[in-house]
């Protein structure tokens, strides 16, 4: 749907951090504002819509920020405007309520008539009211996990892949001395990128992850081939791996999140297995938000300033209700709708996965080593 250049946009990002959050708002700022358009910083997604939090974007506000982890607007990830919490009753049960018409009120009062919203595919989600509002809604995706539908890559992806790997490269040097196994945990809730890429970037003997259900006996006999060639053995390990048949490990549940299942704990309980079923002295180390803060790498600076810059270039168009996405390499964009719950994940026949077992890389099965 085309629509007219906006005088005034409002920018936020929502769900989980990644690097490269501030490197979309730089771009977006200051393409914004050559193009003669006031740009209002959204603080904490979209609570700040809801409460009315919002904070201009100028020249100083965006320099030196590139290199910068995290969002310097802010991010919330309990805030879809939709169904609001705005307390709790008598029981202690949440309540909720539509929070979006006294947004666009907001919006009105602001004079904002367009949005860019940088998150998930629950960022993706939320936005959806305001476009059938009529407000010109662009996407920017973005996380780590690189799972979101519609987009073969998400900034924030390789900057975890480069943590994980050098945790990869890390942990070898110290299996090796005390002839040990390591368990590497990496983020991953549904989608095993980050673990395979890292897996293979950091020769990672043993590669688990959510879409390839391991089984125990066949870890445990490829940790004990690896030692004995060896001498120590490392895997890199999704933390929504679960064995065939089993569940993932969950580390708490807060049912007042949207996200109430807190995955983690699965490298202690594989150290645990391997183990008991070797004898081999093991250990695990978890990544977890390590994967998530501080300076996104260049090529992370290079896609996210790409897709703002593009996400600006939609919006000068007079486009709406797209999501910025890159495609067979090229830059592009798809319905916003599209991610809406939906996952992009690890094909179990994926060429990587081909690739993985082509340098002996086992995935928890029995499968011959080569391709
Ligand atoms: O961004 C997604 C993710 O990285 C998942 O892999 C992980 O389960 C989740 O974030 C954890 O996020 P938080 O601890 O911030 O809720």
């Known amino acids: 749907m085309a629509s007219s250049r906006p005088k005034r946009i409002g920018v936020l990002t929502g769900g989980g951090d990644c690097p490269g959050l ?80 006294n947004c666009l009120q907001r919006m009105r009062d602001q004079d904002i008539s367009a949005l860019v919203v940088i998150g998930g595919d ?46 990869l490269d890390r942990v070898r040097t110290t299996a090796d001395s005390h002839g040990r196994v390591l368990v590497v945990e990496v983020m991953g809730r549904n989608a095993g990128w980050i673990a395979l890429y890292a897996g293979i970037a950091g020769a990672a003997d043993q590669i688990l992850i959510p879409e390839m259900p391991y089984s125990i006996e066949a870890v445990a006999e490829h940790v004990q081939q690896r030692v004995a060639e060896r001498g120590s053995t490392v895997l890199c390990v999704a933390e929504g791996a679960c064995p065939i048949g089993g569940e993932p490990v969950i580390k708490l549940v ?92 690890v094909p179990p026949d994926h060429n990587l996965v081909r690739t993985a077992r082509g340098v002996w890389t086992g995935f928890g099965d029995r499968r011959e080593k080569g391709r």
């Open 22 to 101: 501030n490197a979309v708002i730089r771009v977006v700022t200051l393409e914004a504002i050559a193009a003669g358009i006031e740009v209002l910083g959204i603080e904490d997604g979209f609570e700040g819509l809801v409460e009315g939090r919002f904070r201009p974007l100028g020249l100083r506000d965006v320099r030196g920020i590139l290199d910068d982890g995290g969002t310097i607007l802010g991010s919330s990830n309990r805030s879809n405007p939709s169904h609001y919490c705005v307390g709790h009753d008598s029981n202690g049960d949440a309540i909720y309520e539509n929070r979006v018409p």
């Open 122 to 167: 629950g960022t993706m989600t939320c936005a959806q009211p305001f476009v059938e509002a009529g407000i010109n809604v662009i996407g920017v995706p973005k996380t780590i996990d690189n799972d979101i539908e519609g987009t073969e890559i998400t900034f924030g992806f390789l900057t975890a892949v480069q943590i994980a790997t050098e945790a």
């Open 254 to 345: 807060d049912p007042t999140s949207p996200d109430s299942i807190r995955l983690g704990g699965i490298g202690s309980v594989l150290a645990h297995e391997i183990e008991s079923a070797t004898g081999i002295e093991s250990r695990s180390v978890v990544l977890g938000h390590l994967l998530r803060g501080g300076s996104p790498t260049a090529a992370d600076r290079i896609l996210a300033t790409h897709f703002g810059h593009h996400a600006l270039g939609l919006l000068l168009d007079g486009q709406s209700s797209r999501m910025v996405a890159r495609v067979d390499g090229m830059m592009t964009s798809v319905d916003i709708r599209l991610p809406a719950g939906k996952q992009r994940l």
